[in-house]
């Protein structure tokens, strides 16, 4: 996959192992294999959306690119800087220019602190503002997100779910960064409040220019925020073009799965729903061949034994042998 010349992010082979003890006091271990090999780009102002059931590996994949967690192997280089391979103080000065937006906006604040004292405290350990500018700054943030300025003073209990996640948001925007993983920003929230904070991220991208991962396990919600879109299944990317693509014209039968799951808001349109069987294997127990298999109503022989390649097909990349037989006889 060869990235665009204005990529701001790009990840290459990104692998991340979980060791996992089999027994307490046995020194054998088995391996969750959570992130399996994971490339893709994105450019400045770009949002791609990365799609995927429970336990896909999404969320860690978001959190290796930022180093919130330590990747096993591969790269990320942000503005052509290996981001991997940094510590200490330059690792800190790319942390703040990377940022994320957390699934539980309640879970990630500190209930001590109210809003104004955490963004103040970030402004000051990063030398942003103090005094006065940081009072100023504080105004702008709050309205930016959609907060009254006066509310700057409570403490995340006194706020709903859906104005914390604004809080969430404000706090990442407080370090100007230049990449934004947002890890399921929506699916701790109720859906009458989804599409208020999905809004409030699309109107940011494009006000502020934002470049962002954006994470959730429903393409529904992806859907207007995302420029591209990459499916995960299995700790891989089994198909990732642009969302136009994706949704018009799904080449892999788990991206059509999970498509056919999306309700449309039209009682005249009736949608057959295609009913994936069994569970998602266990990534420390990955089935050989295509990791599909198991669950893929188009499964031929050559599926259990033979892993296919993630191919690019007319700018749509694609992971599936029928497609390969497909675009051979086109
Ligand atoms: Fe299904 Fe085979 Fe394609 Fe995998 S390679 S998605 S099992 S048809």
Not at 131 to 137: C, E, F, L, S, V
Not at 151 to 156: D, T, V, Y
Not at 191 to 208: G, P, R, Y
Not at 271 to 291: F, H, M, T, W, Y
Request: proline share 6%.
């Amino acid at each position: 996959m060869n990235p665009p010349s204005d990529v701001l992010i790009e990840v290459a082979n990104l692998r991340k192992i979980f060791p996992v003890k089999k027994k307490f006091f046995s020194r054998s271990t088995a391996a969750v294999h959570a992130v399996g090999g994971v490339s893709f780009s994105i450019r400045h102002g770009e949002t791609l959306g990365l799609v995927g059931e429970s336990g896909c590996g999404k969320s860690t994949t978001g959190r290796c690119v930022i180093r919130v967690i330590e990747p096993t192997g591969g790269t990320v280089r942000l503005e052509g800087r290996d981001v991997t391979a940094l510590s200490g103080k330059d690792l800190r000065a790319v942390r703040r220019k990377m940022q994320m937006v957390f699934q539980d906006p309640f879970s990630s604040l500190n209930p001590r602190q109210t809003v104004d004292a955490m963004l103040r405290e970030i402004f000051y350990v990063h030398g942003i503002a103090e005094g006065a500018q940081a009072d100023r700054k504080i105004g702008e943030l709050m309205e930016m997100v959609g907060l009254p300025a006066g509310k700057a003073g409570n403490f995340p209990h006194e706020f709903s779910g859906g104005q914390r996640q604004r809080i969430g948001i404000a706090r990442a925007l407080s370090v100007n960064p230049s990449f934004i993983v947002c890890d399921e920003p929506v699916s701790a929230l109720d859906v009458s409040i989804q599409a208020q904070i999905v809004n409030l991220l699309t109107e940011l991208k494009q006000k502020l220019s934002l470049t962002m991962l954006f994470i959730a396990h429903d393409l529904a919600v992806v859907r207007h925020i995302s420029d591209r879109i990459a499916v995960m299944y299995l700790g891989k990317i089994v198909e990732l073009a642009d969302a136009r693509s994706i949704y018009k014209n799904p080449l892999h039968p788990y991206t059509q799965a999970l498509l056919s799951a999306v309700p449309i808001p039209d009682p005249e349109i009736k949608k057959q729903r295609i009913e994936l069987k069994g569970d998602v294997p266990s990534p420390a127990n990955i089935p050989k061949g295509c990791s599909f298999h198991t669950r893929c109503p188009h499964a031929e022989n050559i599926c259990k034994e033979i892993e296919p390649e993630l191919k690019e097909i007319r700018g749509h990349f694609v992971s599936c042998h029928l497609i390969d037989r497909q675009s051979m006889s086109v």
